[in-house]
């Protein structure tokens, strides 16, 4: 138990799919004006990471090394994350016609997302057995969300802040991130201390 409970906090802080990894900034700078977007997002991007890291993780342990074609493994995860991410986008246009204006091209992105990705090749790459795969993959989409939310909250608001001309817009958005991604890299310390 106190193994998943580290790996978890190491997905969510210490290795923040985002600020250490930097994979998904294009979501991350792109969607993160709103609120409501980043939220909206954040929770695809979820729902996207869990259900691919399950297939391609089953694909991959039954199929690709049952056969001895884990050379195929790249493709074959491209496949699953193609197909997941045209199925929640259907979803989101049903239910929620709103959140899918809002999302708008960022949307279907998610499918070249190198943090979904990442994500099903990290699992693979690290060795984790299912349960720690679903901590993992769980625990690093909930990081992306918080981080997503919490950089929308800090440039709705810049967009009000005395801001020179020549840093408005995505220049300021660029040196927050940093900024957030030196914070967060100082959290390894304390994790540590604790546990």
Not at 100 to 107: A, D, F, N, S, T
Not at 172 to 189: D, M, T
Request: proline share 3%; glycine share 8%; hydrophobic share 60%.
């Amino acid at each position: 138990m106190d193994n998943l409970i580290a790996l978890a906090f190491s997905a969510f802080i210490l290795q923040n799919i985002i600020l250490t990894q930097f994979l998904g900034i294009c979501p991350f700078i792109g969607v993160s004006t709103k609120r409501s977007s980043a939220l909206g997002m954040g929770l695809a991007v979820i729902f996207v990471m869990l259900i691919s890291s399950t297939v391609t993780w089953a694909l991959y342990t039954y199929v690709l090394e049952a056969f001895d074609i884990v050379y195929m493994r790249t493709i074959a995860f491209i496949l699953v994350i193609a197909a997941l991410v045209q199925m929640v986008e259907t979803f989101l246009k049903k239910v929620s016609p709103s959140l899918y204006k809002g999302l708008g091209i960022y949307l279907p992105l998610i499918t070249t997302n190198c943090a979904i990705l990442g994500v099903a090749v990290l699992n693979i790459t690290n060795g984790h057995n299912f349960v720690e795969m679903l901590v993992y993959t769980g625990f690093i989409g909930l990081g992306f969300l918080f981080v997503m939310y919490i950089f929308s909250m800090i440039r709705e608001k810049l967009d009000f802040a005395p801001v020179p001309k020549a840093f408005k817009g995505t220049p300021i958005a660029l040196i927050v991130a940093a900024i957030l991604a030196i914070i967060f890299s100082r959290f390894g310390g304390l994790i540590e201390w604790i546990l």
